[in-house]
Nanobody, 123 residues
Framework: QVELVESGGGLVQAGGSLRLSCAAS?????MGWFRQAPGKEREFVAA????????LYADSVEGRFSISKDNMKNTMYLEMNSLEPEDTAVYLC???????????????????WGQGTQVTVSA
């Protein structure tokens, strides 16, 4: 069983930065971040392989967000820069145990999910 706890969300002005953390307990493998805004479907943000050497990003965050992980601490991070009001959402971290592939763009490739942390970007 894997438990995930996100932290680091908050209110920030457009153009600002936030760093999200996802602390994992139990066995972890590949990890990802998704986000969900009110009335919208869950959206892929970024993913990182177990090794930390391979990453995937959504086009909407490429160049602004950076995903990383510390395997010693079993923690994943999402550094978010140049935030825009459109980035406002609940951000969720997830863990998948399938072989690393482009499938990690998709929510159905993940087995375990955290509860989420709210990120609000004001104009």
């Amino acid at each position: 069983q894997v438990e995930l706890v996100e932290s680091g969300g908050g209110l920030v002005q457009a153009g600002g930065s936030l760093r999200l953390s996802c602390a994992a307990s139990g066995l972890t493998y590949h990890m990802g971040w998704f986000r969900q805004a009110p009335g919208k479907e869950r959206e892929f943000v970024a993913a990182i392989a177990r090794s930390g050497l391979q990453t995937l990003y959504a086009d909407s965050v490429e160049g602004r967000f950076s995903i990383s992980k510390d395997n010693m601490k079993n923690t994943m991070y999402l550094e978010m820069n140049s935030l825009e009001p459109e980035d406002t959402a609940v951000y969720l971290c997830a863990v998948g145990v399938h072989r690393w592939s482009a499938g990690y763009y998709h929510a159905d490739h993940y087995e375990y999910w955290g509860q989420g942390t709210q990120v609000t970007v004001s104009a």
